[in-house]
């Protein structure tokens, strides 16, 4: 096992300071840090062997093609998705949904059907789905969450019907770290020949990437938030469904044959990545991967662990402290409020200390409506983090008290 | 005094502190001395939304001069309101129009007014410019 000082040597940016102060970085759920073995391997593309993949005939692009197959690869071990051919390289989680909600869209969905989606949503697994109901005259339907935000499971369970056509969850709220009953929530559907939407955004990088275990038939996750390079995302899709839907965008690569009269499409995955994509992210991606699979993903978890409940204890004897999730989250996400502090104030000072969290609504206004307030402080940690961070973040809470009662 | 000579003072004023915090202290205390805006008064109309914080701003046309009431849900945002109202409040048109906020660099606030921060604070300076712009337009004679 490498030693946390050894891991935190891989995410050279760790080590600076802000404002003459050691950074301790806490908004994981936003972006993660890259380690170094990340930003060498996209280096090695632009330096070693840069040329467009699937189009040359030459060296280069060879080199390239192979590169981006194998991160292909690497992603459906780490998804432990049967084929190749259903790991699609979308821009991000966003990139992801609009493809699942304009395609399958275009295909399954009419006027009068449903999509269902829960309130813990964020915006890119709300906004997708309107527009798509909005293009289609079909209806939104959200499940609600009680006022601990969990997911009132039987509203769920009733909503189902002959008019579902897709139901869109995400395994982990990003506003409260609150994670989603998924499986149960897919089983359900299925009975019924539903096809269930994961956004894995912020689940996959909490060791929840399985889709073989789950049974999702859409799987959606961001490069960025993984580890990986920012602009590079997956689609999972069940082959089956994937092969029914129309593709997304037109363009090269997508394409089997083109003449003015009629165009035909090129096979999965490639039907759905019109143009050049972004190979040096994905190839980057691949390369964080293997750096979590070198770490030990059980190791990770076990560092995630310890850190989530000295963080939870540590939170819970601060006065005036108020978890918006209500019990202790799912993974290390804690997003609260300070009696009498406006979230944006706190921010501001945790920022000067060094700390970097987030505030406000965190792209799931729905959600913090729903919890009566109108944004939150959130501390989001993941396994390079430590408990004297830990630590630090506690006495800049102590001292946002200080200044504001 | 000129909106330079107010800019000078809170110059002074802000110099006077390194630490952030200090700074910080300083922009609360100044955020509790301004005059809430009444509840009545906070309405949509004279809302300015962030993303993360709220501003209220309301203008008054009196004598020639625009004068500026004006409030903000988070206590270091209404610090730095307070500070745009002693500039720019009590003023006419032509000087709300034309004046060059240098201080907010001096003591180094930019970064709470880039267009990403959300807090309504880059969106109240426009309000002001445009409530300035607005009163010289339907009052030509007066604002002369």
């Given amino acids: 096992m490498k030693k946390i000082t050894e891991i935190r040597k891989d995410f050279s940016i760790l080590s600076t300071s802000v404002y003459g102060k050691p950074l301790v970085y806490l908004d994981n759920a936003a972006t993660t840090q890259k380690p170094s073995c990340v930003i060498e391997a996209m280096n090695e593309v632009y330096t070693e062997y840069n040329a467009n993949v699937h189009r040359g005939v030459h060296f280069l692009s060879d080199k390239a093609s192979e590169a981006y197959e194998n991160a292909r690869e690497k992603t459906r071990a780490f998804l432990n998705a049967s084929q190749k051919e259903e790991i699609i390289f979308t821009p991000g989680t966003t990139g992801s949904i609009n493809l699942v909600a304009y395609s399958f869209g275009e295909r399954f969905v009419k006027k009068g059907d449903e999509i269902i989606i829960s309130t813990l949503e964020h915006h890119s697994n709300i906004v997708p789905w309107q527009m798509l109901c909005d293009r289609k005259g079909a209806t939104l339907k959200v499940i609600p969450v009680d006022d601990n935000c969990r997911l009132v499971f039987e509203e769920y369970t009733r909503m189902l019907s002959k008019k579902t056509r897709l139901v869109a969850v995400t395994q982990v709220s990003n506003a409260t770290g609150v994670v989603l009953p998924v499986k149960e929530i897919i089983e359900e559907a299925h009975r019924y020949n539903i096809p269930v939407l994961v956004d894995g955004a912020q689940g996959v990088q909490h060791g929840m990437n399985d889709v073989m275990e789950t049974d999702c038939d859409f799987y959606a996750f961001s490069g960025h938030k993984i580890y990986g390079p920012a602009g590079i995302g997956v689609l999972y899709g069940k082959r089956e469904i994937l092969e029914s839907m129309p593709p997304f965008q037109g363009g090269g690569d997508m394409i089997e044959k083109v003449t003015f009269e009629k165009t035909t499409y090129n096979a999965l995955p490639f039907k759905f990545e019109a143009g050049t994509t972004n190979f040096p992210g994905a190839i980057g991606l691949a390369r964080a991967i293997d750096y979590l699979r070198e770490t030990g993903p059980e190791y990770i978890e076990s560092l995630e662990k310890d850190l989530l409940s000295y963080t939870w204890s540590a939170l819970s004897e601060i006065p005036g402290l108020k978890m918006a999730g209500g019990s202790v989250p799912g993974v290390p996400v804690f997003s609260f409020n300070l009696e009498g502090v406006h979230h944006y104030d706190a921010g501001m000072v945790l920022d000067k200390l060094g700390i970097a969290v987030r505030t406000g609504n965190h792209c799931a206004q729905p959600l913090i409506e729903r919890l009566g307030l109108d944004g939150t402080i959130r501390a989001s940690l993941c396994f390079y983090n430590t408990r004297e961070e830990v630590d630090t973040l506690i006495e800049g809470i102590n001292r946002v008290r200080d200044m504001f009662f | ?144």
């Avoid at chain 2, 004023?13 to 301004?34: H, K, Q, S, T």
């Avoid at chain 2, 500039?87 to 201080?103: C, D, H, M, Q, Y």
């Avoid at chain 2, 970064?111 to 410019?129: C, D, E, F, V």
């Avoid at chain 2, 409530?131 to 339907?138: C, G, I, T």
Wanted: with cysteine.
């Fill in chain 2, 1 to 144: 005094m000129t909106t330079d000579e107010v800019q000078e003072q809170i110059t002074a004023e802000f110099e006077a502190f390194d630490d952030w915090m200090d700074r910080y202290n300083l922009l609360i205390e100044l955020g509790r001395e301004l005059p809430p805006v009444d509840q009545a008064e906070k309405t949509n109309e004279y809302l300015i939304e962030g993303c993360q914080s709220k501003v209220w701003l309301v203008p008054e046309f009196r004598n020639g001069l625009l004068f500026f009431k004006a409030d903000s849900d988070a206590l270091i945002t209404k610090g730095i309101v307070s500070l745009l109202v002693r500039v720019l409040s009590g003023r006419t048109p032509r000087e709300i129009k034309n004046a060059n906020l240098w201080f907010i660099d001096k003591i180094n606030l930019r970064q709470n007014l880039s267009p990403t921060r959300s807090n309504g604070l880059l969106a109240m300076i426009k309000q002001m410019r445009l409530y300035a712009l607005a009163f010289e337009l339907k009052n030509p004679d007066k604002t002369a």
